[in-house]
């Protein structure tokens, strides 16, 4: 079946420090990525998204390319900001007219001190 | 309202208790979708209702009992329910099919205490 890997947190970063979170996944056909995040108390957020393969998604300093080669999805971001501190969540879905399921990684809880 | 709402926010329940959990989604989606978020636990897929019919049961206790009135609403009925089932309910909503790339929308949860 298909399934998400990220690295364990937390990840514990220093404010201006750059950010790599590791994503990578296994999927019987081809798979739309995407990273969430969860700020405390809320739900989750969509990020970005990349649709095929080298496509990079980005969105506010958040980046992250979608490697078919490598099966990976990393999240980066130069210079996080105390703001950053969430949970983020890589995932995949295949999608079908069922719904577009989404298969979650475990997340990854980033800690920002200033 | 926009966006995905649940109610209530907060919920604690006796073992013997039972009650309900709402999702309203003000999005014009077609599909909706309960997840239970326990902590140390990946996010697991409860439900999913497409056009308002169950598509996905992901082996999920009969003490969980979705509904789903219409494509803009959800319900999780909840009965005699056990202290592990203590975790944050997060509902979501999405326009189904193709593209496959179609974001879910995610409430911002229900945090359900069970004694």
């Known amino acids: 079946g298909d399934s998400v890997t990220q690295m364990e947190g937390p990840v514990t970063l220093s404010e201006e420090a750059f950010l790599t979170i590791n994503c990578t996944y296994t999927?019987?056909?081809?798979?739309?990525l995407f990273w969430y995040v969860q700020y405390p108390g809320e739900g989750l957020q969509l990020l970005l998204k990349?649709?095929?393969?080298?496509d990079k998604g980005s969105n506010k300093g958040f980046e992250a390319t979608y490697r078919k080669e490598t099966t990976s999805f990393h999240l980066e971001k130069g210079s996080v900001q105390v703001s950053d501190s969430a949970v983020y969540f890589c995932?995949?879905?295949?999608?079908?007219?069922?719904?577009?399921?989404?298969?979650f990684g475990g997340g990854t809880r980033l800690m920002v001190k200033p | 309202e926009t966006g995905v709402t649940q109610t209530p926010r907060h919920l604690v329940m006796g073992m013997t208790n039972k009650k309900s959990l709402k999702c309203e989604q003000h999005?014009?989606?077609?599909?909706m979708y309960w997840y239970k978020q326990s902590a140390k636990k990946p996010l697991e897929l409860m439900f999913v209702?497409?056009?308002?019919?169950?598509?996905e049961n992901n082996s999920v206790p009969s003490r969980f009992s979705p509904e789903c009135p219409n494509s803009s609403h959800l319900f999780l009925h909840l009965h005699t329910l056990q202290p592990e089932d203590s975790a944050l309910y997060l509902c979501a909503s999405s326009q189904a099919g193709l593209p496959k790339d179609n974001e879910q929308f995610f409430g911002p949860g229900t945090r359900l205490t069970v004694l």
């Open positions: 995932a995949l879905s295949v999608g079908n007219n069922a719904g577009n399921m989404l298969t």
């Open positions: 999927a019987t056909g081809y798979p739309s």
């Open positions: 999005l014009g989606h077609n599909a």
């Open positions: 209702y497409n056009f308002k019919e169950q598509t």
């Open positions: 990349a649709t095929k393969a080298d």
